[in-house]
């Protein structure tokens, strides 16, 4: 009996998505058929989503690569938005993310708002991980890379418990922000921005009270 499973690959690289379709074929069972489209961008994936829907002929499994440029019309920013999307019109169609992020504060973002049933970085991927990922996404999924398990693991063994705002704190001031521009990013008060840090430095029991102690202790326990 043969198994048709229709894929859409998203990715703006053209040769990374040929290796992803030649292991892919290369790999599948022998009792499966595999009907791929290939999108570059967001207009393209969405174009290709919604006439799979019109037509009836869902998608069974999306790739979705995180960093592709915003759609023309700006409603898409990112893979992330293009797999929300996704989640809406094709609810039952197994959702694989592609990232080379792997910042915690990403991966925690993604599980959160997506909740993939496939994960990889990468930084981390061979070919024989991708083909494991497909039939585990296929039959048993989450399937998560390594980076993102050990992530997980860490943060779960780790009793802190942090908010979205305070993980977005950690991560800005990873990516360099001066605390005085924090309240920009994150639309509270300059005040309400050295609270949540002082209740970071007494989480991570951070004596010195340095940005950097802070940032150290965030990155050991799998926060940033």
Request: aromatic fraction near 6%; proline fraction near 4%.
């Amino acid at each position: 009996m043969t198994e048709h499973i229709k894929i859409l690959m998203i990715d703006d690289h053209p040769m990374i998505i040929e290796g992803y379709q030649n292991t892919l074929l290369f790999t599948k069972k022998e009792s499966q058929e595999l009907l791929i489209d290939i999108a570059n961008n967001c207009d393209e994936a969405i174009s290709f989503m919604n006439k799979a829907v019109e037509n009836n002929l869902p998608y069974d499994v999306l790739f979705v690569d995180i960093s592709l440029p915003p759609s023309t019309n700006g409603t898409m920013q990112s893979g992330e938005d293009l797999a929300e999307y996704a989640r809406g019109i094709l609810p039952n169609a197994k959702i694989i993310i592609l990232t080379m992020f792997n910042e915690s504060f990403r991966i925690h973002n993604i599980i959160k708002t997506i909740d993939p049933e496939g994960f990889l970085i990468k930084s981390d991927l061979t070919s024989s991980e991708l083909a494991s990922a497909f039939q585990a996404v296929l039959n048993n999924p989450p399937f998560y890379s390594g980076t993102v398990n050990s992530y997980i693991r860490k943060t779960i063994t780790s009793d802190i418990v942090i908010d979205d705002k305070n993980r977005k704190i950690l991560h800005l001031l990873s990516q360099g922000v001066k605390t005085k521009n924090l309240s920009a990013h994150l639309g509270i008060s300059l005040s309400a921005v050295e609270k949540r840090k002082k209740q970071l430095k007494e989480l991570f029991s951070v004596q010195d009270g340095q940005d950097e102690t802070l940032l150290k202790e965030a990155r050991d326990k799998g926060f940033v």
